[in-house]
């Protein structure tokens, strides 16, 4: 039922008549498991909505009351995409320290560029299918998770934090990040961003002592 109640949102006769129906929806699935997603869904729009009316806080205040990543039943893409959202919100409001806190929720380990899978591995794949197939078995065809927009999304968040705090070092190593990412190597456009890399290198070098980090970095800035 509150899926299809959501689905009317959209139909709503006005602002205010959209309003009164999401704030029926979140406290009918207020403390409810299995209609946790539907809930933090309808949470965004009202999210969203404040913001556009200008009430940068009170959207800020409205999603992060979630904590997406406590829900098992929520893809893991549209989770870190909640996260993302957040962190953006607390950014814009400029709450450092709980853009920084959320920031950390997300696993660097989904965004990591996975490895290339050769020839012959995707023929072993594709011939283990066939067999299970053959058998009776329902093999779905495998889907690839392209997280791509969310990396990129992700270290440009890093990278705001890390500059407003000064750490320059840190910066590097998430624009590093950021060039470590097929789409970015693959469009000559977006190779512009080792400009911005470079000048941080050069920044960090300036305001930071002899350490190890800064011998390393002086010494291999691509091996971050």
């Known amino acids: 039922m509150v899926q299809v109640v959501m689905g009317f949102l959209d139909s709503t006769p006005d602002l205010e008549t959209k309003l009164s129906v999401i704030e029926t929806l979140r406290t009918v699935t207020e403390g409810k498991i299995f209609v946790e997603v539907e809930r933090a869904r309808v949470t965004r729009i009202l ?6 009316q200008g009430d940068l806080k009170s ?8 904590q ?29 320290t709980q853009a920084g806190i959320l920031s ?13 899978k050769t020839e012959e591995q995707l023929e072993k794949e594709k011939q283990d299918r066939e067999k299970k197939r053959a058998k009776g078995e329902d093999v779905p065809e495998p889907v ?13 968040q890093q990278i705001t934090l890390a500059k407003h ?9 998430h624009y590093r990040q ?12 977006k190779l512009h961003s ?4 470079d000048s941080l290198i050069s920044i960090h070098m300036c305001s930071s002592g002899s350490g190890s980090p800064t011998h390393h970095l002086l010494c291999h800035p691509r091996s971050l």
């Open 47 to 52: 999210s969203n909505i404040k913001k556009e």
């Open 59 to 66: 959207a800020t205040e409205t999603l992060c009351e979630l």
């Open 68 to 96: 997406v990543e406590t829900f098992g039943s929520m893809e893991r893409r549209e989770k870190t995409e909640f996260i993302l959202a957040q962190v953006a919100l607390c950014i814009e409001s400029e709450d450092w």
């Open 104 to 116: 950390r929720k997300i696993n660097t380990k989904y965004l990591a560029r996975k490895p290339k």
């Open 144 to 156: 690839e998770d392209d997280v791509t927009d969310l990396k990129l999304r992700f270290y440009e």
């Open 165 to 173: 705090d000064d750490k320059y070092l840190d910066a590097c190593k």
């Open 178 to 189: 950021v060039l470590d990412t097929e789409a970015v190597e693959e469009d000559p456009q």
């Open 194 to 197: 080792v400009s911005p890399l």
